[in-house]
Each structure stands twice: as C-alpha cells, then as structure tokens.
C-alpha cells in the first residue's frame, strides 16, 4: 500500500504543534505563558529529557515552539490534562482514518485515555508515543492553519469520460472544525516564526508566508496497540 496512508510514522516533535494549538483554544497557555528547562523534566519519578541538555532556560510559547522544548511541552499537556488532550487527539483526527480516496488507509497507534496517566501524557504532549500515517498528519496540520477545519483529503479532483463529461467532481468536506480561527491565525504566526528564527530561507517563496515545525525520527514503541 501507499506510504501516505499505508504505514505508521513516529510523529515526534511535529506533535507540538497540536498540543500548542489545544492548550491555545482551551486558554490554558497564552503568547506570554513562560516555561523553564534545565535539560530534564521529572514526570513522577520518570526522567525525560529535553533534547537539549544543557536546557533552553526560560522561554515564552513562541520561543518554547522555536526551539522545540520537550519540558516545555510537557508543562503545556499538564495543564491540558488527559481529558482535554485525548479531546483534541480525537478532533485533529488521529483516531480515525481520513477517509483518503486510495486503499490500505492504516490505523494510528496511540495511548487511549483510558490508559494514560501523568507520564503518558506528559509523553504524548512533545509526541513521543504516537504514530500516525503521513495523510492523519498532513491532514491535522492544516486545520491547524487553515482556519480550524478539518478536511476530508482527496486525490483525484474530477473524472471525465470519452467524451469531456465530468462524471464526477471531488467537494472539499469539512468533517469538523477543531479550533476557531482566531486560535488558527495565532498558530500561522507561530509557525511562521518558527521558520523563521530557524533560518528558513530554503522554505521562501516569494509571495507566500511559511510556516513549518521541526521534526525527528524515533524508534517504534511496542507497548503501542493499534485503535
């Protein structure tokens, strides 16, 4: 099948976008919220560390997205809670498969809220413990930025017959809206801060504003199941 929709993904440091756009429409964290990292976070006895650490010191939510700041993260799902957050997960759509027009769409691979606690979602906030197929993450992303919707994907736009007819023509179809708009356009000014500060110049097209996160790659967690 189709690596877009076919196979799982560690998503990582990507998921930070997701858990910044929740806490920003819950109003659990503001532009001004500040969060310190020395390099470690200790989550009831379990050490996690910053991938930085030496530690990012203080940072505000903007420079806390910048420099990706797994402590800071942490903070920001705590104050979400499990409730909130699994919320969210399930609105950005990452319970469920897109709908996509291609076969062999696979499940995503999460801790269920049932089962997560203090650590788990502390984990779950910076994206250490999921895996999503690229489509749910592309999919999610851009209600992120889109102004909050949450989109069905398609690939193919129309299908005409012999004769020039269209016989079918794909519709864009909102399948919720996850965040206002007012949450959206904060989070596109974010982003574009993030390419930004990061020396983004190979992502400029002139005419467009850029936003992007960073992301790495992980290991597979096999304690994961599949939903």
Excluded at 68 to 94: D, H, M, R, T
Excluded at 119 to 124: F, N, R
Excluded at 126 to 138: L, W
Aim: charged letters at 20%.
């Amino acid at each position: 099948s189709c690596s877009l929709v076919g196979s799982e993904m560690c998503i990582r440091d990507r998921f930070k976008m997701f858990t910044c756009a929740s806490a920003l429409e819950e109003e659990v964290v503001s532009l001004d919220s500040t969060f310190e990292c020395s390099g470690i976070a200790d989550v009831a006895g379990t050490k996690i560390r910053c991938w930085n650490v030496g530690g990012h010191g203080v940072s505000n939510l903007t420079e806390a997205m910048i420099r990706s700041c797994n402590p800071a993260f942490i903070k920001i799902g705590q104050l979400l809670g499990v409730e909130k957050f699994s919320k969210y997960f399930e609105a950005f759509g990452f319970t469920e498969k897109t709908g996509i027009d291609l076969p062999g769409e696979a499940d995503s691979l999460y801790v269920k809220e049932s089962d997560m606690g203090i650590v788990e979602l502390s984990s779950s906030a910076f994206g250490q413990t999921t895996k999503v197929t690229p489509i749910q993450m592309v999919t999610a992303a851009a209600a992120v930025v889109n102004g909050g919707k949450l989109v069905t994907p398609y690939v193919v736009d129309k299908i005409i017959d012999s004769d020039g007819n269209v016989v079918k023509s794909a519709q864009t179809v909102v399948r919720r809206q996850v965040i206002s708009e007012e949450t959206s356009a904060t989070m596109r000014k974010i982003l574009e801060d993030v390419v930004t500060a990061n020396g983004g110049g190979n992502a400029y097209m002139s005419g467009y504003r850029i936003g992007g996160k960073s992301g790495t790659s992980a290991v597979s967690y096999t304690h994961l199941r599949a939903h």
